[in-house]
Each structure stands twice: as structure tokens, then as C-alpha cells.
């Protein structure tokens, strides 16, 4: 029930009488029968109410607090490595003009040791470029994707490669002042590769039958470079599962992916291989797109 209403009906209904009134049973059972009502029509008189007992606050403990900190990483996998790509041209700074077999090219003649050296892990994926002129299947750089991932307002270039092993090498170059560079670079058996925001997702396979690892790929503006911000062990959605399990891996993202801005469109995931995971780092470097580029085919 409205109460202002209800006063404004007593203001303007007359004078009032100053003296007792006499009402008979009737007409307190309906007066009563009314407060009744306004009570419950106006809800929730406000009145705090408790909420149950909360439960005790546990602070981390620390273990072993003399130990002493490490003073150097056990391993540098080099995740906030750069390298300026030489020998490329970008019209205009416009990313989606470059050739991303150029780009490649440029890559193994920057790094010989690693491709063409006669100790180079790569070999077959140097042979397999002579194959991409014609676009054939074989071309080992596969459709290029682009996204802003950097947040500068322009799209970044990724590109993937495949690699002996069943290893796909995932590569990501962006505009730093006014040169192509490669903003991160990794190499592995991977069972998708993911656009989630500015987030680059990669699954790869774990040796533990069933599960699998995801890394979150993310630009970190001090290091002018893509970190892997998250790297976690879930259960794989392809595994399988004992019956009447309806359980899914956990989403690596707290929600749902944004839709794609102006210019932007996501693709698909890249299916890889399933062998073992963890770390086998290839050569530095890496990669949405809606057009895809002037890479090979995948």
C-alpha cells in the first residue's frame, strides 16, 4: 500500500475531530484488518537482519620462512624475448600487408644455427618452405590470424609454423616504434591455440593421460613483450570419462570472451598434434584474422 497516498487523502478529507470517537467491533476488526495489510504491503521495513555465521579468515602460511630466496631461475625460456624482424617491408605500418611467408623466411635467415646450421633442429620446416610457392599442402606456415593485442589500436600478426615432431611453433609480431617485431614465441604439441580478448591461448598436451596444459599468453608493457600470465594442468575436455561424469575442464577465462572490435574476428582453433608436453623451447618468436593472410595453407 502506498503510503503517501494515505496521507494525502487524510489532508485533504477535512478538519479533523479533536475529541473520542466511538467505533463499535466491526469497525476495529476492519481498521485492524487494514493496518495489516499496509504492514505487508509496504515490505520490508528496513530492520538489519543476520546473515549466519561467517567463516574464520585463514591467512596463508608461509613454509619454511629461513629458507633462504633463489637469487637466479633454474631456466630461461626467454619469455620476454624480442627480436626485430629485418628485411620485411609493412606499407604503411599495416600489419595485414606483410607476408607472413616473408616474415618466416626472414626468421630462419636470422637464426641458422637453429634451421640451417648442421645442428639445426628444423631442417625439414626449411625444406618444407621451398614447397609454399605454389601454396601446396605442404607449406609449413599456416593461415595467418590478426588481433590488437598489444592495445595499441592496431591489429598484431600471428602466425603458426608447423615443426618436425608434431610441434607447432606459434609466433606474434606487433609495430614497435615504427619496426616489425616479434613479441613472443613459443614451440610445442599442441591441441589448439585460442584468441580470448587480448589473450592468447595455448592447449597443449600433457604426459599425464587425460589432462592438459593451458598457457594464457598476455602483453606486459614493461617487458614490451607477451608473458605467459597463466599456465595451469586441467582436465582435458576431449578426455574421456566414466560414465554419468558430466563434469567440463574448467574455462581458462573468468568469462565470457568479448566480442571482436572493429577490424577484429577470431578463427579457429589450430589442431595440432598429441605428443608429450613441457618444455622443449623452439627458436624465439610467434602469432586472428578474418581474411587470413598470404601464408600457406593449413
Do not use: F
Not at 50 to 69: C, E, F, I, K, S
Not at 96 to 106: M, N, Y
Not at 108 to 121: E, F, I, K, R, T
Amino acid at each position: 500500500m502506498n503510503r503517501s497516498r494515505d496521507r494525502s487523502r487524510s489532508r485533504s478529507g477535512g478538519s479533523r475531530r479533536r475529541g473520542p470517537v466511538r467505533r463499535g467491533a466491526p469497525v476495529a476488526a476492519a481498521l485492524l484488518a487494514l493496518s495489516a495489510a499496509a504492514l505487508a504491503g509496504c515490505g520490508d521495513p528496513g530492520d538489519l537482519r543476520g546473515a549466519g555465521t561467517t567463516p574464520t579468515a585463514v591467512g596463508p602460511t608461509r613454509l619454511w620462512p629461513d629458507l633462504p630466496p633463489a637469487s637466479s631461475p633454474v631456466a630461461d625460456y626467454g619469455e620476454a624475448d624480442t627480436e626485430v624482424v629485418k628485411g620485411v617491408r609493412v606499407p604503411g605500418g599495416d600489419l595485414r600487408k606483410v607476408d607472413p611467408l616473408a616474415v618466416v623466411r626472414a626468421e630462419v635467415a636470422a637464426n641458422p644455427d637453429v634451421y640451417s646450421g648442421p645442428d639445426a633442429l628444423y631442417k625439414e620446416t626449411v625444406r618444407a618452405l621451398k614447397d609454399c610457392g605454389d601454396r601446396s599442402d605442404d607449406c609449413p606456415v599456416l593461415k595467418a590470424y590478426y588481433r590488437d593485442l598489444t592495445g595499441d589500436g592496431s591489429d598484431d600478426l600471428v602466425i603458426g609454423i608447423r615443426m618436425p615432431e608434431e610441434q607447432l611453433a606459434v609466433r606474434v609480431y606487433a609495430m614497435e616504434k615504427g619496426l616489425l617485431t616479434q613479441i613472443m614465441g613459443t614451440s610445442d604439441a599442441v591441441l589448439g591455440v585460442e584468441l580470448a580478448g587480448r589473450a592468447l591461448v595455448v592447449r597443449a598436451v600433457s604426459g599425464i593421460p587425460g589432462y592438459e596444459y593451458r598457457t594464457a599468453w598476455s602483453w606486459d608493457r614493461h617487458q614490451r613483450a607477451m608473458l605467459p600470465t597463466r599456465d595451469e594442468i586441467l582436465r582435458s575436455s576431449d578426455a574421456p570419462r566414466p560414465k554419468g561424469v558430466r563434469s567440463q575442464a574448467p574455462a581458462l577465462t573468468d568469462g565470457p570472451e568479448p566480442a571482436p572490435g572493429p577490424g577484429e574476428t577470431s578463427g579457429p582453433g589450430v589442431q595440432g598434434p598429441t605428443e608429450s608436453r613441457r618444455p622443449t623451447p623452439g627458436p624465439s618468436g610467434d602469432g586472428d584474422s578474418d581474411d587470413g593472410g598470404t601464408g600457406g595453407r593449413p
